[in-house]
């Protein structure tokens, strides 16, 4: 037996020992042991499970934000958080040993896993008690992503805002230079990148290996989502984007751009963080990233004097310029709206007991009324320390203070959606070339954007189980195409082990789900 398949073999050994342990851990289903009696005048400390914040857990525990949270709720809480690597692992560990966590704050996929294990505890009965303000700051919309067979097994912790945020960013200089304007279809984009190449020293564009869907590219072929409907055969269907019928045409044409030198060709190898200083030290002419990548762009056009400061403080009309999708075959603007939920908060079932204090705690932290801006406080801060409002332009921050916030988002467990974007946008204002990024991109958005289907998703057993490897599969066999294959010789082979692996199954299952949803 070869050594990969030995591992292979131990993998499915390990994980079916883990499902098994948990599984003889799970809960009886006739009685969670919820103390509804509980008095919250004397209220305990609490245990909270965390993601890795990429700092110590001790500065975690002693975060200004932390002290604000304890402050509005009146709880004690003792943060702890998952390693930076292998954290469902670990949380899957730790959920074995039944450790003493009053709330876990969990990823979408960490939170289907559990459920699918039966960890997790049915929260609806103490929700109605102790939740009232959870229940009115969060829509329907976004508990049905936390329902299964009819039961709330976690809190949602909907996005800020949906954005349209993976633009392509151009030097509006070195168009200026070349009199090109910004393309709107894959011809002129390819005429673009062609004489960047043919009259600069410039890379044309770059991206990262995190990226084999170019949003803005992907676009011109009808394909804007990572799962979204196609109309196949006169059927209406869910398909991720590999499976998509225009799939072919896009990775050729990405591979005649690579061909051409037109593409970094380290784009299989980039990092995020590499292609940002391609960009910003002016090796490249063209980026396609996220839109929180701005700010950092501006200063490392700043470091690198090809900006001045007093321009890095301003908006950059004269610098930068945004292409947000290229137009289809139909000659519309559509690209992807990113949204969903960044985070679900539950309950071990074997905390039942005192999971009255911790919805206490999670539905404290979402009030905001005329009386009591917890929420708020918690978000952006005090008025006229950390932001001014202004009733035309909404809230802005005062940059002095308003840095002390940068970790504020991390202590939510659940937000109330009916002001949090408004809240946030003076997150979006700290930096001025970013807000004018944010708002371009932003331009029509209901019209222009499409959601990720399975963004507003519940746990889907067979996606949750696949998902991992299908995508990482998909990833994969794009830089294989471009830069390997130079084409999609290979594409039906490759589409075939994508289904038999586990995208047939996860298909299914998803337009199972949406159809009858």
């Known amino acids: 037996m070869n050594k990969i398949r030995l591992k292979n073999m131990l993998a499915i050994v390990l994980a079916a020992a883990t ?40 500065e975690m525990n002693a975060d200004g934000n932390a002290a604000v949270v304890e402050e509005v709720t009146g709880y004690h809480v003792n ?47 103490v929700l109605d008690k102790f939740g009232a303000d959870l229940k009115s700051a969060i829509s329907e919309e976004s508990w049905d992503v936390v329902r299964v067979n009819g039961k709330i097994y976690g809190i949602p912790e909907r996005a800020s805002s949906d954005n349209i945020e993976y633009p392509m960013v151009f030097r509006q200089d070195i168009l200026n230079e070349l009199n090109l304007s910004v393309p709107a279809t894959k011809d002129e984009l390819y005429n673009v990148l062609k004489t960047i190449k043919t009259k600069t020293n410039m890379i044309p564009l770059t991206f990262d290996m995190y990226t084999p869907l170019v ?46 030198g037109l593409i ?68 519309e603007e559509k690209v992807y709206r990113k949204s969903g939920y960044t985070y679900i908060t539950a309950i071990p079932f074997y905390m039942a007991e005192n999971a009255g204090y911790a919805i206490d705690w999670m539905n404290s932290k979402v009030i905001d009324t005329a009386e009591k801006h917890n929420f708020r406080d918690i978000v952006i801060g005090q008025e006229n320390y950390h932001w001014t409002y202004n009733p035309s332009t909404g809230y802005a921050p005062l940059s002095d203070h308003f840095a002390e916030k940068d970790t504020a988002s991390y202590y939510l467990t ?12 003076a997150r979006v204002k700290k930096q001025k070339e970013l807000y004018r990024a944010w708002s371009e991109m932003m331009q029509d958005a209901d019209e ?70």
């Not at 659940?414 to 946008?425: D, I």
């Not at 599969?473 to 994508?498: E, I, R, S």
Request: aromatic residues 12%; charged residues 20%.
């Open 19 to 58: 499902f098994s342990s948990l599984a003889a851990c799970s809960k009886n289903d006739e009685d969670y042991g919820i103390n509804m009696d509980i008095d919250l005048n004397n209220k305990i400390d609490l245990n909270i499970l965390m993601p890795n914040s990429g700092y110590t857990v001790e």
């Open 79 to 125: 943060y702890s958080q998952l390693p930076s690597t292998n954290a469902s692992s670990s949380l899957n560990t730790q959920m074995v040993a039944r450790e003493q966590y009053n709330a876990i704050k969990l990823t979408s996929a960490q939170f289907s896993d559990l459920v699918a294990q039966d960890v997790l505890l049915p929260l609806d009965d």
């Open 215 to 260: 949003y803005s590219v992907s676009a011109a072929f009808g394909i804007y989502s990572n799962w979204q409907e196609y109309e196949v055969d006169g059927k209406k269907e869910i398909r991720y984007y590999m499976d998509a019928p225009q799939y072919g045409e896009y990775v050729d044409f990405m591979t005649k751009l690579y061909s051409e």
């Open 264 to 331: 970094d060709s380290s784009v299989s190898t980039n990092a995020s963080a590499d292609c940002v200083l391609k960009f910003s030290s002016g090796k490249a002419a063209a980026i396609s990233t996220s839109l929180w990548s701005v700010s950092a762009i501006v200063s490392g056009l700043e470091s690198n004097k090809i900006i001045s400061s007093t321009q890095a403080a301003a908006t950059q009309e004269n610098t930068l310029a945004y292409l947000r999708a290229l137009e289809n075959k139909n000659g």
């Open 414 to 425: 659940g937000t109330n959606e009916s002001v949090y974007t408004q809240y946030w946008l």
């Open 448 to 517: 222009v954007g499409v959601y990720n289907v399975v963004d507003f998703a519940p746990p889907i057993a067979d996606y949750t189980s696949t998902r991992g490897n299908i995508e990482l599969y998909a990833q994969d066999q794009f830089y294989v195409m471009m830069v390997t294959d130079k084409g999609t010789g290979n594409l039906a082979a490759y589409l075939k082990k994508f289904k038999d692996d586990g995208g047939s199954k996860a298909t299914k299952a998803i337009n199972e789900w949406y159809y009858n949803k």
